[in-house]
């Protein structure tokens, strides 16, 4: 059965503390991966796209990497305005084309 | 673009009642999914369309739910009766097979 399975559930870090966050797969084979940042009472804003090991993407802070088997998201000098649940979602050849499968996120605390 | 348009934002319905959550995905996009997020299960895929064809709808909790997407602009969900564990919020995403973009949900009480 295809899995997302994402940790830790909860991080809190002090300003300025980098850490990673972790997303590993089970698929029968992969198509892509996808980050998401969800702020509270809003929808999910999609990151990155991932398709290949070895690829890696950036955005300010923010930098996702992806093995055979899992993705990381590295959180650098991370500010209180990173504060959000970050969700990973693989969409596979396997089963339905077109259907994301969901990690259930990793909430994510910044303290000044 | 506007992004994926979702109404409504709020919805407190009493348990029996019939609620419609409307959707009109972004333009071009050939797929469209419905979601719930709760606490306990995280974000479920219900039912996703594709070329206004439901494609998969095994994640449609019972009877009580239905979908439609009568063109490509426009998709309703419907609970009919509604009941307390519907409570949740609803979100519509579309795409064009590649990631998903969601719209703001729809926060739906079942009281």
């Known amino acids: 059965e295809d899995q997302v399975t994402q940790s830790p559930e909860a991080l809190r870090l002090q300003e300025g503390e980098s850490s990673s966050l972790n997303c590993s797969y089970t698929?029968?084979?992969?198509?892509?991966l996808f980050w998401y940042r969800q702020d509270p009472g809003k929808g999910p804003e999609f990151l990155f796209t991932?398709?290949?090991a070895g690829e890696e993407k950036e955005k300010e802070r923010l930098k996702a990497t992806l093995t055979k088997k899992e993705s990381f998201l590295h959180i650098t000098a991370p500010k209180p305005e990173d504060s959000a649940t970050y969700l990973c979602a693989v969409l596979n050849y396997g089963g339905s084309q077109g259907n994301l499968i969901f990690g259930k996120g990793t909430k994510l605390s910044v303290k000044p | 673009d506007a992004g994926v348009i979702q109404s409504p934002r709020h919805e407190v319905t009493e348990m029996g009642q019939e609620v419609t959550l409307r959707c009109k995905p972004i333009s071009g996009h050939d797929y469209l999914f419905w979601y719930r997020q709760t606490m306990m299960r995280g974000l479920e895929l219900l039912i996703y369309f594709n070329n206004n064809v439901p494609i998969d709808d095994s994640g449609m909790p019972e009877d009580r739910f239905s979908a439609k997407m009568p063109n490509a602009s426009f998709s309703t969900l419907k609970i009919q009766p509604s009941e307390p564990r519907d409570s949740a919020v609803y979100f519509c995403?579309?795409?064009?097979?590649?990631?998903?973009?969601f719209g703001q949900g729809t926060r739906l009480t079942v009281v």
């Open positions: 698929v029968s084979g992969l198509r892509g």
């Open positions: 995403a579309s795409s064009l097979g590649g990631p998903a973009f």
């Open positions: 991932l398709y290949s």
